[in-house]
């Protein structure tokens, strides 16, 4: 019995990676970095902790009539923060691509602890937050202003289509008194050369620090900025907003009080809420045309700080995803800000604010095979790997930094609900913000089982997890490991240092294919030879592990 069911394994797993379209696609365990993926899939309202071989291991569900607004994070303790918005959007005063509503704070066990919501004719939420050591949160919000006031302020009128204009402003919350504890305006900021006679006028290219009222991309659209992503700077209490229909991002001073934040005065810098750097686009301040812009409807810029060493080649800098980058690509970028702590700011000179380029430029190995003009991230691992997602494909791949795809995922849903294993998906069918990985020894899963939930698509394929995985015997007795897993070409059997193994790799008819006595830890083998299929490799007589060949 145990013969046909192997036999039957076999022919449906020939090549086993090849045949799944939505789920778990690939990977290599002894090369991907361990952890659990957070997953909030747009189009649906359930917030997913799935592991490496695509399992949920634990969901926080919500009411139907909600969806993501856009992204969620986990604590140490196991609470889960998240934004949502109602379903339901017909008729709102305010309401664009990345529209929120509410921030919500729910235990492990999904009970609601606190919630805080701005969505009404004056101002809306959208897209991200921040959550700042202290536990506050700093949230996006847009802010309605009517044509006289925009007007009035210099903008252009034949930039108000719709006769309002939506700017951004930061809000920050402390859940535990449920005040508002700083706030930062873009409004506040502003600089124009349009018409002497209103606000703000000056020349463009001498004030760099201020947000030019009639730089416009989007041919007037209400939401002007459309700010993506915001992220904190603990160590030298800056906010990072990212700006994509300015291709910029743009770093604030939060030693400020909401007072100085609302003039060009105070805080350690000495300059308000002036901006203290902004990079992308010189073109957006009048200093550099379109071959000086570097970033191109970027998402997810964020301090690399988190769950990565200090030691890590990218700790303390910046990552982005640069969803337009190109014609039929995007690219994952990395740049080193320049701050000087002395004069708590960032030295601009005549070409603008260094660095004059990215550290570094990371593709898909085959760069068209990722291309989302919005949505997606990216997130540096410990291990080195970065985890990258494509938003408008639901595409999540695992990159060594030899550029090897070690994990991949497809969201397995179709307009919000569950995909069929072996589905095509078509572009925006599974629209993903964001996937986060946290490691396995993240505080927030000490003492908590994380047990198989099932999976998100239907008729899923757990085959390729069932082969590739160690067993216990494995763990505990032989410390064993294979690599690359499924193979084409060389294999690395390394096992628990010294000990003298009896190693043989057997078809799935119980013919081996190599056997030898071993010894050193670490012995090499070419499958150049061998078909395509299932092996069991065996220790000492022990079944340990699958192994693929393709």
Known sequence: MKLLRYLILLLLTTPLAAQNTVGLLSYQPAKSFDGYNLLYPHNQPNVYLIDNCGEIVHVWEDENDFRPGNTAYLLEDGRLVKTKRPAAVAGNPIWAGGGGAIVEIRSWDNDLLWSFERNDEFERLH??????????????????????EA????????????NELWPDYILEVDPATDEIVWEWHAWDHLIQNFDATKDNFGVVADNPFRININYDTSDGADDWMHSNAIDYDP???QVILSVPTFHEFWIID??????????????????GGDLMFRWGNPAAYDQGTADDQKLFYQHDVHLVDNFVPENHPYYGKIALFNNRVGPDFSTVNVLSPLFDMYDWGYPIGPDGWPPADFDITITHPEPTNVYSTGLSSIQFLANGN???????????????????????????????????????????????FRVDRYPVDYAAFNDRELLSQGWLELEPDSFLCDFILPTEELMEDYQLSIYPNPTGGPLTVEWEGGMHIQLRILDLLGRPVYASQETGGRCYLAT???????????????????????
């Open 127 to 148: 897209h991200d937050i921040a959550i700042t050591p202290e536990e506050t949160i700093l949230m996006i919000a847009w802010e309605n202003k009517t044509r006289e």
């Open 151 to 162: 007007i009035q302020a210099g903008r252009d009128s034949t930039l108000l289509p719709d």
């Open 235 to 237: 160590v030298n209490r």
């Open 254 to 271: 939060h030693t400020t009080t909401t007072e100085e934040a609302a003039t060009s005065q105070g805080g350690m810098g000495n300059r």
């Open 386 to 432: 970065a985890l990258i997602t494509s938003g408008r494909q639901g595409y999540t791949f695992e990159l060594t930094p030899d550029n090897e795809i070690v994990w991949e995922y497809v969201t397995p849903l179709i307009g919000g609900q569950p995909a069929t294993q072996g589905d095509t998906l078509q572009l925006n069918n599974n629209l993903t």
């Open 528 to 550: 150049d030879g061998w078909e395509s299929g299932v092996y069991i490799v065996e220790i000492n007589g022990v079944s340990v592990r699958k192994l693929v060949v393709k």
